[in-house]
């Protein structure tokens, strides 16, 4: 290794070629590339309270889990500047992170005096990404105008978008309704988030970026509804591109039906899905028709944030943690069953994520 990269890989590498000032002995082990999360959440508002990781916390469990490299989400709130989300940011992970770090930029606001922001981002700031969401009425939803109009931006900037890809106005009525029906409990947020309100979401963006002619990237993907729209316009050439999460692999909607307000635990948007979802999910990652394995690490305490929603499973916050498990889960749960080569769990947790973004 020269200057912090790998510049030559073999055995009896000749000495005066190489003058090492430390030798590893890695026999009996894998020498792997540091895993990327290319999606996290730290010290991030949400539904009035914050996960609990910041920057430092975050990182150096990221760093015990073998992942070296993190790329949060910094969000520009209505009325604000793509400028001041940045800088808000990186005030929260600067003297913090043991890591290296980046960031997606959340975009909740185009009007067309902003869309000059999303250049300066790509070319001057190291932002070649932009999550738009479908989801979160009066929060972060966006309509499919503004979604179009950036999409059609980062084709010509070179950026691309990564959609969170759900039926917000839907999900918004189911959840609505079942509330009026006290129907309360944790589980109610996956009742109210079916999987089709996942898959439809995911087919409309990438209708609309087929119609703007530029790649775009789902995010924490967790369906087969979802995944049947990325791998039909996989099958068109498309560049249509997803991501799953450990959660999604791991977890199912069994765990909302723990004992009391246990199912709390696992309120995340999307939520678990039906145990059969997994096994579709693990066949994508191994045909590529799902590129990347990221967390969605957004953490909350039950007895003090998830408690919140004690009485409204609408007020629990959404998220829970994953990086520093990541790496172990997949490759317990992929490279030791056989699911997928060691060179794909690469590929799918450090490679892929470095290339995409």
């Known amino acids: 290794c020269e200057g912090g990269a790998i510049v030559a890989i073999g055995r009896d590498l000749p000495s005066h070629r190489f003058q ?184 409309r963006a990438i209708a609309l970026a087929e119609m703007a002619g530029v790649p775009i990237y789902i995010v924490h993907l967790s369906s087969a509804d979802a995944l049947q729209k990325v791998r039909e316009a996989r099958d068109m050439g498309l560049p249509a591109y997803a991501e799953t999460c450990p959660q999604y692999l791991f977890l199912s909607y069994d765990n909302y039906e723990e004992p009391g307000f246990a199912g709390a635990k696992y309120v995340m948007s999307p939520p678990l899905r039906e145990k059969w979802h997994q096994d579709v999910l693990w066949k994508g990652l191994a045909k590529n028709d799902l590129q990347v394995i990221s967390t969605d690490h957004c953490p909350f305490c039950m007895s003090e944030q998830k408690e919140l929603g004690k009485d409204d499973f609408s007020k629990i916050p959404n998220g829970a943690p994953g990086v520093e498990t990541r790496l172990t889960l997949v490759h317990n749960g992929g490279v030791r069953t056989g699911r997928i080569s060691l060179n794909r769990f690469v590929e799918l947790c450090s490679t892929t994520p470095a290339k995409m973004f």
């Not at 890591?99 to 001057?124: C, G, K, N, Q």
């Not at 950036?150 to 969170?164: K, P």
């Open 20 to 203: 090492a000032e430390r030798t590893i002995d890695a026999a009996g082990q894998y020498v792997l590339p540091g895993g990327i999360d290319v999606h996290t959440h730290l010290d991030m508002p949400f539904g009035g309270t914050t996960s609990t990781d910041d920057f430092e916390t975050g990182t150096i469990a990221a760093a015990f889990g073998g992942t070296t490299c993190l790329v949060d989400f910094a969000i520009q709130y209505r009325g604000q500047t793509m400028r001041h989300a940045l800088d808000e940011w990186m005030k929260k992970a600067s003297g913090k992170a043991v890591t290296d770090y980046s960031f997606h930029m959340i975009v909740t606001d185009l009007p067309d005096a902003e869309l000059a922001d999303m250049d300066t981002m790509v070319r001057d700031e190291g932002v070649t990404s932009f999550k738009l969401f479908m989801a979160y009425p009066g929060v972060f939803m966006v309509d499919d105008a503004t979604i179009f109009r950036a999409l059609r931006r980062t084709g010509e900037n070179g950026g691309v978008v990564c959609m969170h890809a759900e039926n917000g106005g839907v999900i918004d009525l189911l959840v609505q309704e079942a509330l009026r029906q006290g129907q309360k409990a944790p589980k109610y947020h996956a009742l109210t988030r079916p999987p089709r309100a996942e898959g439809e979401a995911t087919g």
